[in-house]
């Protein structure tokens, strides 16, 4: 039998935790949880369930997650979000999964987020296939924004659903999406992207169409429109972001010359 790491990076998730832990139990061999200095209940959480908690400053989150793989007692992980759950199907496959020789040294599954108190089954968002368990010797994540495994060779595949409880409410999205922009803006001017006008006004009206219209996000009803609403600001706001970023650094630079 493949004995199996499951690894969770946290800060204040006593909301989550032990929702996602549960979901694991008689999956994982072991269970380990990076947590960044969480104030609240995570850790008293984690350890009831048997995890064992490491505390790490935090950097990022391909970073935190390749910590608590190399941390841990096994070479085949499970990545998990404190705010995600497998589904009954989903163990059901990865408890047949851990019975078989791996035929593939990682593996993808869908996800299938909670958004405002529904389901959401269009908009861009499901499947939103997700590679999240694999052998940590030919895989690692990368990226500070939206981060994601990174290995070569295609990946195999579980059914079941991954199950997230992601926002719930607009206010939340809308804080979400002021966060992640800044960050993404950021990444863009680190690596090098100068142009931003362009983008910021064909883009924008672009992700609306492609998620609203041909993802089916009217299907989802109002959460789908205000799911398309949201893709369309958020592309709007890191590109004027990043364009502030380039206009900053050109003045600086004529300053100083």
């Given amino acids: 039998m493949i004995r199996l790491s499951a690894c969770i990076i946290t800060f204040n998730e006593e909301r989550n935790l032990a929702r996602a832990l549960e979901s694991i139990q008689g999956i994982a061999d072991e269970i380990v ?3 960044c200095g969480s104030r609240d209940r995570t850790g008293e959480i984690a350890r ?33 979000d404190a705010d995600e759950e497998l589904s009954r ?4 496959s990865m408890l047949a999964w851990k019975h078989k020789e791996p035929e593939f040294a990682v593996y993808e599954f869908a ?65 979400k999406v002021d966060r992640y922009t ?21 883009a924008t009206p672009w992700n609306w169409f492609n ?7 009217f299907l989802d009803g109002s959460r789908g429109w205000v799911i398309s609403r949201m893709a369309a600001r958020s592309t709007w706001l890191k590109f004027k972001k990043l364009g502030e970023l380039v206009e900053s650094g050109r003045h600086a630079g004529t300053h100083s010359s």
């Fill in 211 to 217: 998620s609203y219209v041909l993802h089916l996000g």
């Fill in 111 to 175: 996800r299938r987020a909670w958004y405002v108190g529904g389901w959401i089954n269009h908009s861009g968002w499901y499947p939103d296939r997700q590679r999240r368990l694999y052998r940590r010797d030919v895989a690692r994540f990368l990226g500070i924004v939206h981060e994601a495994l990174r290995f070569q060779g295609e990946p195999g595949r579980l059914g079941g659903d991954l199950l997230h409880y992601t926002i719930r409410s607009f206010s939340e999205h809308e804080e």
């Fill in 89 to 92: 199907e989903l163990r059901g």
């Fill in 182 to 202: 800044t960050l993404a803006a950021q990444q863009m001017c680190a690596a090098g992207k100068q142009s931003w006008r362009a983008a910021m006004w064909l």
């Fill in 48 to 80: 009831e369930h048997g995890a064992r908690v490491i505390t790490n400053a935090w950097t990022n989150f391909a970073e935190q997650k390749n910590i608590a793989a190399a941390v841990a007692n096994n070479d085949w992980i499970l990545s998990l």
């Fill in 33 to 35: 949880v990076v947590d």
